[in-house]
């Protein structure tokens, strides 16, 4: 009964304003002294002239509690806290006679929980451990900084970061980056921090106080993000370009703007020839979404979708986009080829990879390697013999003929154990075909001829 009664007790921590937190007030009998607020704050008024006296009686094995009159109540703790009674102080100042309720001291172990006066090494520890905690009590720039090295030395970032929350609010900016500046990893937990939850103009002054010229120059192109209006975000790239980047980031910022300058006038073109009907690919195949802010590789494959005739000139042609932003051969090949075979434009496809040498021959070319060509037609659903076009070009005979039994290219099976001699192979793919196909005529054939060639 008496654990019961600390506890309800205890739970009342919150409620009542307490001046002392070390000591757990309670009656001896477990029963009330007047109200739970009434008896707490009268102990707590007589708990420092009193507390050495307790203490050595205690020690003793004195039993001097027979001196405090027990209070008579019919009530017990539960009825309290059921809402049956309700004293008031005012009611208890007639009696006259002050009813103490002793204290009973927690084992020194738990009593470090329940203390105001941790130091930041065990307040560190608490914060570790999950415990909830105040840190105002450091009030002091040394302990601030005393915490902050402790929770540096723990490893916790959560706790690294909740102590850099609490120097960030009651700290002059000039005070915590200077101090920040010499405390590298709390430095970089306290950036990354400002990153995540949006504080621009906080991480700016701190990339400015430590002369972080292009991380300050970065982080206001980021803004750029939160920007929707498409020509205002326009001008605000203008405005970046001037800023301190290093060579190769000023040359991305330059290209980003170039890039949406060109996709604001593809886009509003667009818009225009869709509505009005006055061509003929934009009603087989409608736009799905804006060419607006999308990545470059985006903006090229629906230029080769929807402008891919247009002459060099033009900026919605893919040549200009090629040569405007120094894309790569095998980028630019591998971008054509997926927008053309979504459309089946089978002659482009191939007109796409066919060369001419100097004397006026023609050969096929492909930067990407014909495997994958072959790849990226089959999922475009090409007919057979687009297939077996390519699978002839793949010059390892072990890949061409992977690809052609995956895809059931039987020519070109055929062709290849041929050309390797291979009867044993020839006679096993045989089985594999129609009967009486003109794949099977085929290998018949060929089987024949070189049963006459070995005699």
Known sequence: QLKESKRAVNSLRDIVDEEDDDLERVSWSGEPV????????????????????????????????????????????????????????????????????????????????????????????????????????????????????????????????????????????????????????????LIHFLKETGEQKLLL???????????????????????????????????????????EDTSHIQDHYTLLERQIIIEANDRHLETAGQSEIFQKHPRKASILNMPLVTTLFYSCF???????????????????????DKQYVLTALAARAKLRAWDDVDALFTTKNWLGYTKKKAPIGFHRVVEILQRNSAPVQVLQEYVRLVEDVETRLNLATKYKCHDVVIETYRDLKDRIQLTAYKCKVERGSAEEEKINSILNNMVRNTY
């Open 34 to 189: 007047g109200s739970i607020s009434w008896s707490i704050k009268e102990t707590a008024s007589s708990s420092t002239n009193s507390l050495e006296g307790r203490d050595s009686s205690l020690q003793k094995g004195s039993s001097s509690y027979a001196a405090f009159p027990k209070q008579v109540s019919s009530y017990s703790l539960s009825s309290l806290f059921k809402g049956e009674l309700c004293l008031s102080l005012s009611a208890l100042s007639d009696t006259g006679v002050k009813n103490y309720a002793p204290e009973l001291r927690r084992p020194k172990a738990e009593y470090k929980d329940y203390s105001s006066d941790w130091s930041p090494k065990d307040t560190i520890r608490r914060m570790q451990r999950g415990k909830v905690c105040s840190l105002e009590r450091f009030r002091s720039l040394q302990d601030k900084l005393v915490l902050l090295d402790e929770a540096v030395a723990g490893h916790d970032g959560n706790v690294i970061t909740a102590v850099l929350i609490f120097l960030k609010q009651t700290l002059r900016r000039e005070i915590l980056f200077r101090e920040l500046e010499v405390r590298q990893v709390a430095l970089c937990h």
């Open 205 to 247: 002054d701190l990339l400015r106080f430590l002369d972080r010229t292009e991380e300050v120059a970065l982080s206001q192109y980021r803004e750029h993000l939160n920007i929707q209006d498409v020509e205002k975000r326009r001008e605000f790239l203008k405005a970046c370009i001037g800023l301190p980047f290093s060579a």
């Open 306 to 328: 929807y402008h891919y005739t247009e002459a060099e000139g033009t900026f919605s042609s893919p040549i200009n986009l090629k040569k405007t932003f120094k894309i790569p």
